[in-house]
């Protein structure tokens, strides 16, 4: 515990000579508050959530809809502003230690997404793990799959994670990529897009546009 008290005090001392007293002051108050909203959707969800201490700050949420959903979360888990994590049905979300967040993110869990620890996920990135089945809504009108994404793994901006995708280790997703498949560890991806446009009033087939 002293050990501990330690760090943290030489972590402010730090933080205070680099960004000032006044702005450590602010953002470790934020912080604060973020651990707050994290232990009050703990209460909330008390049969739902198993967790250790993490962040969850302003305008962001955890809603469950399924007695039977499960979400686990790490210790000092980082969730920042505006986002919103839905899990419905027998979901299973597992997000790992020191996981990061950013703003704008969706995660959508009705089966299993599991996060590995130390990955990075920047602003406005989507995780689904299903489907909707527009083709035979008479089975379900959601097709249900898995999402894994291994440790320390960064994926970019505005990256649109789909069901039945598994992403290793040390991988990197680059920005504004969809990603559906195995990605292999150590590796970087990358959608490569071309842009196309087309004249007012020509008419194409979709398969020549794309």
């Known amino acids: 515990m002293v050990h501990l008290l330690k760090k943290i005090m030489s972590v402010l001392a730090a933080e205070c000579r680099t960004r000032g007293v006044y702005l450590t002051l602010i953002m470790n108050i934020s912080h604060v508050i973020g651990f707050v909203r ?11 959530i198993r967790s250790s201490l993490f962040s969850l700050q302003a305008h962001s949420r955890i809603e469950i809809f399924n007695k039977k959903s499960r979400v686990y979360i790490g210790k000092f888990v980082f969730i920042r502003k505006n986002a919103s994590i839905r899990v419905d049905f027998n979901g299973e979300l597992t997000i790992e230690e020191k ?106 087939p979709l398969s020549e546009v794309i």
């Open 99 to 204: 996981v990061f967040i950013n703003d704008n993110c969706n995660i959508n869990c009705v089966n299993k997404v599991w996060i590995g620890r130390n990955t990075k996920i920047a602003p406005n990135v989507c995780i689904n793990d299903h489907d909707h089945n527009y083709k035979n809504t008479a089975d379900g009108h959601l097709i249900m799959g898995e999402v894994i994404i291994g440790e320390n793994v960064w994926i970019g901006s505005n990256v649109v994670v789909l069901k039945d995708t598994t992403i290793g280790d040390n991988a990197v997703i680059a920005a504004g990529s969809v990603v559906k498949g195995n990605v292999p560890a150590n590796t970087l991806f990358l959608n490569k897009r071309e842009n196309k446009c087309i004249p007012y009033g020509v008419s194409k």
């Open 38 to 48: 994290g232990c009050l959707f703990k209460l909330l969800y008390f049969k739902n």
